[in-house]
């Protein structure tokens, strides 16, 4: 019997000990999985001339995010397949889904998917951990990058938004090339032509004038036969994508900061009392003007109100309003216009982008593939023929931009060309690069939502800037 | 005694040790996880012990989660206990309407709980959603329903009640089927009203079953994340970021991994003892609806 008990202590003992290896194993292993690293890039190991059919026969994995330009993608990947012998198998989510499907992927250490859509905000967090892979080597080498990818073609801007040193507060355009620019959008003001010409109202200059038109439009509007309009569609919902658009357009042409930077040491500016009264006025806009329920809004419903006749003016990227502008898209395409929207106190036009890039993971298994693909992708053939036969509209390309049936295509929509070349040379990413960027405008956006609920802005903005001191200084 | 007989209880814990070893491994792992300083920018961590727990414990905002938390799980799960248990009351006279009820009722638990939030999200539109257009005539159109704190609060527990009032009410519903009959026919013989029947022997013998489903809402309703997220997305401001949204935001978003299961871990620390009490408390009325029914 004694010996009975004593066998299944030992038993459970070496049960106990079995299952609490592979713990061990996990502990000793470290974290995030495998982190072997090379100093070296794999564009060295391409030489020779250079052979779009270099890689045929080999399959590139892409994410994709749900969008316009994505669908411009898919419907020409047969000419990509084609022109190198590469195939491309993508899985396409969509956006309320996709960020956190890449971000847990990545973050996992593994190579399910060479190439994938980002923005340039997502450098800041993907960069410093080592998951997106330098490109800068493969755009130097020209045994792997052919002569009429063209590189100067691109707007600087647009290039100096993907690239970084990885060091908190740096300004952009320095270090690596962690993505492409692939499509782009700026903020302007789109409008409902109906409403302003039967209300005699003019596109803002000021940002007072914008609160002012905002508020007649939702008190008038609906009198002269607009049911249900309000004044300005902008975004509320609890979300860093809240910020961005018109929100940071408008407080940089404030010549407002996010951050202050001394000596690579960040403090949060959202507090200084310049930038708690354009908050206040934001808020104050958007209570006497903007759209019922705004703290859920998204571009989804700011784009689709200016669509539907619900929104007089809309805040936000040109696509979003391109895309209800376009004929037959919505019930008020072929009414809505296009204006820079208001300058700031001394003429700053100064916009925040948003750029759809492509980038690759650092931890691809198929990097020449994927930098062949990345190279057509964000070549000028594809962009063209996608720009003029599909909706992939913003060029990130001079070439595209001046392009004559380009042209032509965007002609019909008023002021929506004029507007563009107003402000592409004003258009960059306004923020200061940081990894902590999601948290940062996340806490930003329901700081903005408090304020706009009743709360005082400068207790409300002192406590942001305070808990932000902590976690981004 | 053959070794194949000595052999045979070792090889039936098997499939529970292989399960225990399923479950602990992975919270052991994060428990694990929760003493160092891991994020993105800190692949490689250094071990800070209980700092997170620190951290997590004198943040503001940590206390402001854990009492929305506790708000919306005590409100959804009295509400829905209250409405369960009536509906279940008034479906039990087994007439052809109560069973065509019955069978309607059972349909929003058959609708995952993201997708009625998104339902009802467009259904809480102020301008286009049918709830004011309902409320129109009444002179209450204009209501911003998920726009201010309060608002936001009730109107997520208003679809959690939505969801899952059924699931109480068909647990109440089977508890009235299975209660022995001879008590109630002693106080009908007795002549014992309604009420006096309802107070003194239904709800006394009704009381595990209802307990039961209590455990559940309230101990689910604290883990809280789908309905709330998709319907407010943890706003306006702070005011519906629950401890799961905001473990979710810490971990997913924010990438800082320790730190975001500091928060799970703490959460589930709430729900254990939550449910510690409550169990222990299902005994004591077992015991009680065992000596109704006996008597």
Known sequence: MDMHVHDRRRFLALTAAAAATPLLAACGAGFGGDDNKSDGSAADDVTGSFDWKREKGTTVKALLNKHPYTDALIADLKSFTEKTGIKVEYDVFPEDNYFDKLTVDLSSGRASYDVFMLGAYMVWQYGPPGWLEDLGPWMRNSAATGAEWDQADFFPNLLQADQWSLKAGAPLGQGGQYALPWGWETNVVAYNTDVFKRLGLKPAETFDELRELAGTIKRKAPGAGFDGMYGIAVRGSRSWATIHPGFMTMYARNGLQDFTVEGGKLTPAMNTPQAVAFTEDWAGMVKQGGPPSWTSYTWYQCSSDLGAKKAGMLFDADTAAYFQAVEGASPASGKIAFHPGPKGPDGSLATNMWIWSLGMNAKSKKKSASWLFLQWATGKEHLLKSAITHNHIDPVRKSIAADGAYKDKMRHLPGFIETFETVVDQTKIQFTPQAQFFDATTSWAAALQEIYGGQGARSVLDGLAGDLADKVG | ?295
């Not at chain 2, 709830?131 to 911003?144: A, E, S, T």
């Not at chain 2, 009381?207 to 455990?215: E, G």
Request: aromatic share 14%; with cysteine.
């Open chain 2, 1 to 295: 005694m053959g070794w194949r007989l000595r052999l045979r209880p070792y090889v039936l814990i098997v499939p529970a040790l292989l399960l225990t070893c399923g479950i602990l491994y992975p919270f052991g792992l994060g428990l694990y996880y929760t003493l160092f300083d891991f994020s993105a920018s800190k692949p490689q961590p250094d071990m800070v012990r209980f700092e997170n727990y620190e951290t997590v414990f004198t943040q503001e905002a940590f206390w402001n989660s854990a009492w929305v938390t506790v708000l919306y799980a005590v409100g959804a799960a009295a509400v829905e206990t209250v409405l369960g248990v009536t509906v279940a009351l008034l479906l039990h006279r087994s007439t052809i309407v109560g069973r065509v009820l019955e069978k309607i009722l059972i349909l929003p638990l058959m609708i995952a709980p993201v997708i009625a939030a998104i339902i009802w999200k467009l259904m809480l539109q102020p301008s286009v959603g049918v709830i004011n257009y309902l409320l129109r005539p009444l002179g209450l159109g204009g209501v911003q329903w998920t726009d201010t704190p309060t608002g936001a609060l009730l109107s997520s527990i208003a679809v959690d009640v939505w969801v899952y009032t059924p699931f109480v009410a068909i647990l109440a519903l089977a508890g009235l089927r299975s209660l022995p009959t001879s008590p109630f026919e002693a106080g009908a013989v007795d002549g014992a009203g309604w009420w006096y029947t309802f107070r003194r022997l239904t709800l006394p013998m009704l009381w595990p079953y209802v307990l039961v489903a209590v455990i559940f809402r309230f101990m689910d309703s604290l883990k809280v994340f789908d309905i709330i997220y998709a319907l407010t997305e943890g706003g306006p401001g702070d005011s519906t970021v629950v401890l799961q949204i905001r473990a979710y935001l810490e971990a997913i978003r924010f990438q800082r991994y320790s730190f975001g299961i500091s928060y799970t871990i703490v959460l589930w620390a709430v729900v254990y003892l939550a449910a510690m009490v409550l169990v222990k408390h299902l005994g004591k009325i077992q015991r009680k609806a065992a000596e109704v029914a006996a008597k």
